[in-house]
């Protein structure tokens, strides 16, 4: 057997065991391309009419949205632009709920209290994540069945590569073919074009689905600090002394002047007596790997300096960069509306892969191969 057909067999047999799980994941990851556009189209209550006044503070806004969930733990505050309702997000894993108050963050009034956990979008995400699985069975499978679509990716291309005088049908789509041929040729031509997408589009993927693959890729860049996100400790011998203003209150006005172009300013509430205040601004409300992520003792307000990844945009190196580009890059988001769009098209002819490959392998199971290359 030539090193082709064992190749062949190769791609065969991982595209078979897989196929399910990358059309899942690939359709889902299409579906959640344009999430944000669609929200901001069909949620109104997203949207405010701008005021010349100022915005009420985060406690005010805690204050508000608790009275709507009474006993639940408020995780954080967002705030958006002068036309964006702010979001109070109330977030426990244990007992497990997600919810967001949409609140006009001037005058305080309610717009729309929302299970996230209900919302479809997340409904898609938990499928492209988990299978809709329990995480424990649901990511292995998802990460596994990523990592055999990279060996995909890279057989699918040495089987490919044409011989010299069948270059131009490589590239080309015989729609007046027999439709077997053209499912042959959406397989083979269109895979290749999106191949060099989606290759971006696995590897970031990867990323999230095992750690040795996001230390390996972090440390071959140079990386040197920690990728896990952990939160820096308050000074428990110290107490907030001013009676006047809470400390995220104050810590927010204090990013405001910071940070005065931001796009988005969200003020987390530290869950214990030891936890941090954690405050991130967003220069770009689109994207996150522009983000400042500042740590501040929530008794003495000093900002405390972290050893991850996960901290001032100002020191993070070119390794750090890679990593927190990584959803921006997944998703296309790093290059805008049209990063968006090749990201869906990428995702949709993906999903279609298993589709044509499963129907090559039936038809030549049963002998009725498609066209000959002329």
């Excluded at 958006?80 to 305080?108: C, K, Q, T, W």
């Excluded at 000093?302 to 993070?316: L, M, N, T």
């Excluded at 990201?343 to 009725?368: D, E, M, Y």
Aim: charged share 20%; glycine share 6%; net charge positive.
């Amino acid at each position: 057997m030539s090193l082709k057909k064992i190749i062949g067999q190769i791609h065969l047999w991982l595209g078979l065991s897989s196929g399910i799980v990358v059309f899942i994941v690939a359709i889902t990851g299409c579906l959640y391309a344009f999430q944000v556009e669609i929200q901001q189209f069909t949620q109104p209550y997203r949207f405010v009419k701008k005021e010349e006044r100022a915005f009420l503070p985060p406690s005010q806004l805690k204050a508000i949205a608790l009275r709507q969930l009474p006993g639940k733990h408020v995780h954080s505050v967002m705030y958006y632009g002068r036309e964006d309702a702010a979001r109070v997000v109330f977030y426990s894993y244990e007992p497990s709920y997600y919810y967001f108050v949409y609140l006009n963050p001037y005058s305080g009034k309610v717009l729309k209290v929302k299970n996230e956990n209900w919302d479809f979008f997340r409904i898609v995400l938990m499928g492209h994540f988990y299978l809709w699985l329990p995480p424990v069975i649901g990511q292995p499978l998802v990460a596994t069945a990523t990592l055999v679509f990279v060996f995909l990716l890279i057989t699918g291309m040495i089987l490919w590569f044409p011989k010299k005088n069948a270059i131009k049908q490589r590239f080309t789509i015989r729609w007046h073919a027999r439709w077997r041929r053209v499912n042959y040729d959406l397989h083979n031509v269109l895979g290749f074009y999106i191949s060099w997408i989606v290759v971006i589009i696995a590897l970031t993927g990867l990323v999230w689905g095992f750690q040795w693959f996001a230390y390996s890729a972090y440390t071959l860049a140079g990386g040197q600090k920690s990728l896990q996100y952990k939160e820096p400790l308050s000074d428990t011998t110290q107490i907030y002394q001013d009676k006047r203003i809470s400390a995220e209150d104050k810590i927010w006005q204090k990013m405001k002047t910071e940070h005065p172009h931001a796009e988005m300013i969200e003020i987390h509430f530290p869950e214990n007596k030891k936890s941090s205040i954690l405050a991130v601004s967003n220069s770009n409300a689109f994207t996150y790997w522009r983000s400042d992520y500042q740590f501040f003792d929530q008794n003495t307000l000093q900002e405390i300096p972290v050893k991850h990844i996960y901290g001032r945009f100002k020191d993070a190196r070119m390794p750090d960069l890679m990593i927190r580009m990584n959803y921006d890059l997944h998703v296309g988001s790093i290059w805008g509306f049209p990063g968006k769009l090749l990201a869906f098209f990428a995702s949709l002819i993906t999903a279609s892969l298993p589709v044509t490959g499963f129907v090559i392998w039936w038809g030549r199971k049963n002998k009725k191969q498609p066209e000959k290359e002329r």
